[in-house]
């Protein structure tokens, strides 16, 4: 399995369960394919470097948090494919932060997760 991090910005003023159900939706996205959710981590509502066009609004302020997690790349396609079209996120990127041992050791020492 491959160790990667999403990054996602999802609107701001949402209810405090459609959050909660964006990042649970997630979390099972990756689970129920055999991958393992390593850490969650809120990162707050945060001013947008430049403001977003998505579904006919612009935004200017985003609530971002990270998601480390262990998968294999069709899990990564599918979470892609399902967040491009979920209307509760603007943006999210997700990086491949090592698939050998001594990289994903390395990454987890830098991130302060535990292997």
């Keep these: 399995m491959v160790f990667y991090e999403l990054f996602c910005i999802s609107r701001t003023r949402l209810v405090e369960a459609n959050l909660k159900d964006l990042v649970k939706q997630t979390s099972m996205i990756v689970m129920n394919k055999g991958g ?6 809120p990162l ?7 403001r977003i066009r998505k579904h006919q609004e ?3 302020q985003g609530y971002q948090w990270l998601m480390q ?3 294999n ?3 990564v396609n599918e979470l892609n494919k399902r967040l491009k ?3 509760r996120v603007l943006r999210h990127a997700v990086i491949r ?3 050998k041992l001594e990289n994903i050791v390395a990454s987890a020492e830098k991130t302060g997760t535990r292997v």
């Excluded at 393992?36 to 981590?41: E, P």
């Design 36 to 41: 393992v959710v390593r850490n969650l981590k």
């Design 44 to 50: 707050g509502e945060k001013q947008l470097p430049y």
């Design 58 to 60: 612009y935004h200017v």
């Design 69 to 71: 997690f262990d998968a």
């Design 73 to 75: 790349p069709t899990v």
């Design 85 to 87: 079209v979920d209307p």
């Design 97 to 99: 932060l090592g698939s």
